[in-house]
C-alpha cells in the first residue's frame, strides 16, 4: 500500500480560504442587515442636522465628533459577530478557532467601507455647500472644509470601532454588557469630546477634533495687530484672551498612524495565538510611534 504523504502547508493554508472566505461573506452580510449599523447611521444624520453654535468652530468640531454613532453601531454590531463565534464547534470542524475570528474581522471590512462612502458623501457635500464657519471677525471664514488626513480619521476609526467591538465581548464575554462598554466608551470619546482639551489628551484620545486653539494675545488685544491669514477666537465665556485657530494636516496625519496602531491592537486582543502576540506588538509600536510624531508638529 502507497502512504498518502501528508499535505504541505501551504496546500492546507489554501485549503482553508474557501470556508474563510465563505464565513467571512456570511458575516458580512449579517453585519449589513444590524440594525446597529443603520441606526448609528441614522443617528449621525441627526446629529449633523442638530449641530449648531455661536463660538468659533462650532460645526468644524460639531460634524466630527456627530460621526460618533455610527463608529458605536459599528462595535455593537461587532459583538454580535464574534458572540457567535463562541458556539460550540465540533472538533473537527474544517476551521480552527483563529481562523474563524480572523474571518469575522474580516467581515467588518464592510463597515469601514461603508464608513468610506458615509464620509466621502459628507465631504461632497459639505463642500458643494461652500464650507462652513471657522473663527470670528475679523479673522475668519465661512468656507472651511476638511483635509484629507480629518478625512482619512473617521474610516479609520470605524476599523477601530469593528476591531474594538471584537475585543470588548473576547474580555467580557456578555453582548449586553459589552454594549454598555462600549456606549460609554464611545460617549466619552465623541459626544463629550471636549473633555479631551488638554495637551497630551488631544493626542491620545480616538477622536482628535481640530482646530487647536492657541494663545494669541491678552482679551484687550486689537486683533486687527494679528497677521490678516489668521483665523482667530475671540474672548468670550470659554476663554479670556484672543486664540489662534489651528487645523495641522501633519497632525492629523500621525493621529491617524496612531489610530491604526490602537486597531491592531484590538484586532490583537479579538484573535487568539501567535496572532494576537504580533499585533498587539506591532500595535503598540505604531501607538508610540504616532504620539511621539503628533508631539513634534503639534501647535
Known amino acids: 500500500m502507497t502512504a498518502v504523504p501528508a499535505t504541505p502547508p501551504a496546500r492546507a493554508a489554501r485549503s482553508l480560504s474557501g470556508p474563510v472566505r465563505s464565513l467571512a461573506l456570511l458575516e458580512a452580510r449579517h453585519l449589513l442587515r444590524h440594525p446597529a449599523t443603520w ?18 468652530s462650532a460645526r468644524y ?24 463565534g463562541r458556539s460550540g464547534v465540533a472538533d473537527d470542524a474544517p476551521m480552527a478557532p483563529g ?10 471590512l464592510v463597515l469601514v467601507l461603508l464608513a468610506a462612502v458615509v464620509v466621502g458623501v459628507g465631504a461632497v457635500v459639505l463642500r458643494a455647500a461652500g464650507g462652513v464657519r471657522l473663527g470670528d471677525d475679523p479673522g475668519r471664514t465661512d468656507h472651511a472644509v476638511y483635509t484629507l488626513p480629518e478625512l482619512l480619521q473617521p474610516v479609520l476609526l470605524a476599523a477601530f470601532a469593528v476591531a474594538l467591538g471584537a475585543a470588548v465581548v473576547h474580555v467580557v464575554r456578555s453582548r449586553a454588557a459589552s454594549t454598555v462598554v462600549l456606549t460609554v466608551f464611545w460617549f466619552l470619546c465623541g459626544a463629550t469630546y471636549w473633555i479631551f482639551s488638554g495637551d497630551l489628551a488631544r493626542l491620545l484620545a480616538p477622536l482628535q477634533v481640530q482646530p487647536f486653539s492657541v494663545r494669541a494675545g491678552a482679551w484687550d488685544a486689537d486683533p486687527a495687530t494679528f497677521p490678516a491669514h489668521w483665523l482667530l477666537s475671540a474672548p468670550g465665556e ?11 494636516p501633519w497632525l492629523a496625519a ?11 491592537i484590538a484586532a490583537g486582543i479579538a484573535l487568539p495565538g501567535r496572532a494576537r502576540r504580533v499585533l498587539v506588538g506591532v ?7 504616532g504620539v511621539g510624531l503628533q508631539q513634534v508638529v503639534a501647535p
Open 238 to 248: 470659554y476663554q479670556d484672551y484672543w486664540a489662534r485657530l489651528v487645523v495641522s
Open 61 to 84: 468640531d460639531g460634524y466630527q465628533a456627530a460621526l460618533t454613532p455610527m463608529w458605536l453601531g459599528f462595535s455593537v454590531a461587532m459583538t454580535g459577530s464574534f458572540a457567535r
Open 99 to 108: 481562523a474563524r475570528a480572523a474571518a469575522r474581522l474580516l467581515a467588518g
Open 283 to 289: 500595535g503598540l509600536v505604531v501607538a508610540v510611534l
Open 254 to 264: 500621525w493621529h491617524d498612524l496612531y489610530v491604526v496602531g490602537l486597531a491592531a
Open 39 to 56: 441606526l448609528g447611521i441614522l443617528a449621525c444624520g441627526w446629529w449633523l442636522l442638530q449641530t449648531d453654535g455661536d463660538w468659533a
